[in-house]
C-alpha cells in the first residue's frame, strides 16, 4: 500500500520570498514516481513536477524544484520567488513504476493550501 | 500535454435524479480513466479505475449501483450518481493514462461541481 503524507495544512509566504512544501511518503513497491500538482480556486488538477524514484538528480522545472530524499522517504517541493499566482492547493501524490512507465492509480496526500502575500 | 475534457463542468439536480458526467480524452486513447471525488479543501478521493471494454474496479467503501461508471470507448467514460442525494455534492474529477505519455501520463479533466438539493 502507498501513503502520501502533508502535515503543512496551510503555509504563507511573502511574494518573491522561497517556499517548501513538505512531503513525505511510505510505499513498498521498488519502483515508484513522485508528483506534485497545483489546484486553484478553479478546481483544475494542473501538474507541476516529477521524480522517478531511480532518478539520480532532483527534478527541477522553472520555478520549482523537487527535493527528493529516498533515504528519509521525502519530496519536497520548493517555489522559489513566489509570485501572487502561486496561491492555490498543493498535492504530493504517487504511483506505482514498472519498466520506467507510471501505472495505475495516484495516491493523494492530504493538501497544502499556499497563500501568498504580496 | 494532452487534454481530458468533462461535461458538464456544473449542475444542479434535485434530490432524487439521475446525473451523468462526461469524460473524454480529446486527442489520445485512454485504456485506462479515473474517477476521484473531492469535497471542499480536501484531497482527492479515487473513486474507481475505468477500463475500456471492462467493469470498473471501485475503491473500498465506494457504492458501484450508487457510482454507475461505463467506458464503452478508448476516448469516454462516463460516471452516472443514481438517486443523487444531498451527500452526493462534490466535486468530481476524472482522469486518463495517456500511454507511452512518459511520466506525466496521467491527464485531468476541470471537474464537474454537483450540488443536489
Known amino acids: 500500500a502507498q501513503k502520501i503524507t502533508q502535515t503543512q495544512p496551510g503555509m504563507f509566504v511573502q511574494e518573491k520570498e522561497a517556499v517548501t512544501l513538505d512531503c513525505t511518503y511510505d510505499?513498498?513497491?521498488?519502483?515508484?514516481?513522485l508528483f506534485w500538482y497545483k489546484q486553484p480556486s478553479s478546481g483544475e488538477m494542473i501538474f507541476l513536477i516529477y521524480?522517478?524514484?531511480?532518478?539520480?538528480q532532483n527534478a527541477t522545472e522553472g520555478r520549482y524544484s523537487l527535493n527528493f530524499q529516498k533515504a528519509r522517504k521525502s519530496a519536497n517541493l520548493v517555489i522559489s520567488a513566489s509570485q501572487l499566482g502561486d496561491s492555490a492547493m498543493y498535492f504530493c501524490?504517487?504511483?506505482?513504476?514498472?519498466?520506467?512507465?507510471?501505472?495505475?492509480?495516484?495516491?493523494f496526500g492530504q493538501g497544502t493550501i499556499l497563500t501568498v502575500h504580496p | 500535454g494532452a487534454v481530458v475534457s468533462q461535461h458538464p463542468s456544473r449542475v444542479i439536480c434535485k434530490s432524487g435524479t439521475s446525473v451523468k458526467i462526461e469524460c473524454r480524452s480529446l486527442?489520445?486513447?485512454?485504456?485506462?480513466m479515473f474517477w476521484y471525488r473531492q469535497f471542499p479543501k480536501q484531497s482527492l478521493m479515487l473513486m474507481a479505475t475505468?477500463?475500456?471494454?471492462?467493469?470498473?474496479?471501485?475503491e473500498q467503501g465506494v457504492e458501484k449501483d450508487k457510482f454507475l461508471i461505463n467506458h464503452a470507448s478508448l476516448t469516454l467514460s462516463t460516471l452516472t450518481v443514481t438517486s443523487a442525494h444531498p451527500e452526493d455534492s462534490s466535486f468530481y474529477i476524472c482522469?486518463?493514462?495517456?500511454?507511452?505519455?512518459?511520466?506525466?501520463?496521467?491527464?485531468f479533466g476541470p471537474g464537474t461541481r454537483l450540488t443536489v438539493l
Open positions: 521524480q522517478g524514484s531511480y532518478d539520480q
Open positions: 501524490a504517487m504511483r506505482a513504476n514498472a519498466g520506467g512507465t507510471s501505472y495505475g492509480k495516484l495516491t
Open positions: 510505499t513498498s513497491d521498488p519502483s515508484y514516481g
Open positions: 482522469s486518463a493514462d495517456k500511454p507511452g505519455g512518459g511520466e506525466d501520463t496521467q491527464y
Open positions: 486527442d489520445f486513447q485512454a485504456t485506462t
Open positions: 475505468s477500463n475500456e471494454g471492462s467493469k470498473a474496479t471501485y
